[in-house]
């Protein structure tokens, strides 16, 4: 909701990758192994290439379970981002986190269609499309 991330700007001062949109937010297609309602952006990039933090906060988790394979939020305030897919985690539950550090890298794990990061944003326990705070 455009409302909600009015607020987030200063929040936000970098891209978590450098890479193509491959899926955006929102109502898509869904198949076998994506939903309907895509609840955050896909950046397409080689596998390995490494993933930084959108914003300062905390891992508040960091996990290789469910359909997001090896995945990490990090939340500051009530604002959390969500990196999932990735190959490798950096960084362990509980680290502070400065916006910009590397704590990732881009795979293919879990319910995944080739390498991306899927990245999300909620603030206040709403989705925001990250496409509203931060430019791909």
Same mark, same amino acid.
């Given at each position: 909701? &455009? +409302? #909600?991330? +009015?607020?987030?700007g200063?929040?936000?001062?970098?891209?978590?990758?450098?890479?193509?949109?491959?899926s955006r937010f929102?109502?898509?297609?869904?198949? *076998?192994?994506?939903? %309907?309602?895509? %609840?955050g952006?896909?950046?397409?990039?080689n596998?390995?290439?490494?993933?930084? %933090?959108? #914003?300062?906060?905390? =891992?508040? &988790?960091v996990?290789?379970?469910?359909?997001?394979?090896?995945?990490?939020?990090i939340?500051?305030? *009530?604002?959390?981002? &969500?990196? %999932?897919?990735?190959?490798?985690?950096?960084?362990?539950?509980?680290?502070?986190?400065s916006?910009?550090?590397?704590?990732a890298?881009?795979?293919?794990?879990?319910? =995944?269609?080739?390498?991306?990061?899927?990245?999300?944003? +909620?603030?206040?326990? +709403? &989705?925001?499309?990250?496409?509203?705070?931060?430019?791909?």
């Open positions: 909701d &455009l +409302r #909600m991330s +009015r607020g987030l200063d929040v936000y001062k970098r891209q978590p990758l450098q890479g193509t949109v491959t929102g109502i898509r297609t869904p198949n *076998n192994i994506v939903s %309907a309602n895509h %609840a952006i896909d950046i397409g990039a596998e390995g290439t490494k993933i930084v %933090a959108a #914003m300062d906060g905390e =891992a508040t &988790l996990s290789q379970e469910g359909d997001y394979g090896n995945h990490i939020k939340t500051n305030g *009530n604002v959390t981002t &969500l990196y %999932a897919h990735c190959k490798s985690l950096y960084i362990n539950q509980g680290d502070k986190i916006k910009g550090m590397e704590i890298e881009v795979g293919s794990t879990g319910r =995944a269609t080739g390498p991306h990061l899927h990245f999300e944003i +909620r603030a206040y326990d +709403r &989705l925001v499309n990250p496409e509203y705070v931060l430019k791909f």
